[in-house]
Nanobody, 124 residues
Framework: EVQLVESGGGLVQAGGSLRLSCAAS????????IGWFRQAPGKEREGVAC????????YNADSVKGRFTISSDNAKNTVYLQMNSLKPEDTAVYYC?????????????????WGQGIQVTVSS
């Protein structure tokens, strides 16, 4: 059974930091791209950052470049999203997702597996 279990969300003040974790199980970690999406109330889901654990290739959305860093610990089958300099507009439910590794690493809405989501709230 495939599982993506998110942790690390919460409430933080603007300018602060959070680290999200996504523990994956039930599939071959190296064969997939794994990443983070977010959806704020009334807005479309957005791909934030994704990584290919096999070679460390990453994709970051323009809205988070320079502030968010995605990484993976292949021994633990876990992907992390370090979020620094958080802004109120980063407030959203963040989802971990995984899909068969594409040739060009990116965050695709068509990823096969999705976590339940975790709330991140940034106060001004």
């Amino acid at each position: 059974e495939v599982q993506l279990v998110e942790s690390g969300g919460g409430l933080v003040q603007a300018g602060g930091s959070l680290r999200l974790s996504c523990a994956a199980s039930g599939f071959r970690f190296d064969d997939y791209a794994i990443g983070w999406f977010r959806q704020a109330p009334g807005k479309e889901r957005e791909g934030v950052a994704c990584i290919a654990p096999d070679d460390g290739s990453t994709y970051n959305a323009d809205s988070v470049k320079g502030r968010f860093t995605i990484s993976s610990d292949n021994a633990k089958n876990t992907v992390y999203l370090q979020m620094n300099s958080l802004k109120p507009e980063d407030t959203a439910v963040y989802y971990c997702a995984a899909g068969i590794r594409p040739y060009y690493i990116a965050c695709y809405d068509t990823f096969d597996y999705w976590g339940q989501g975790i709330q991140v709230t940034v106060s001004s």
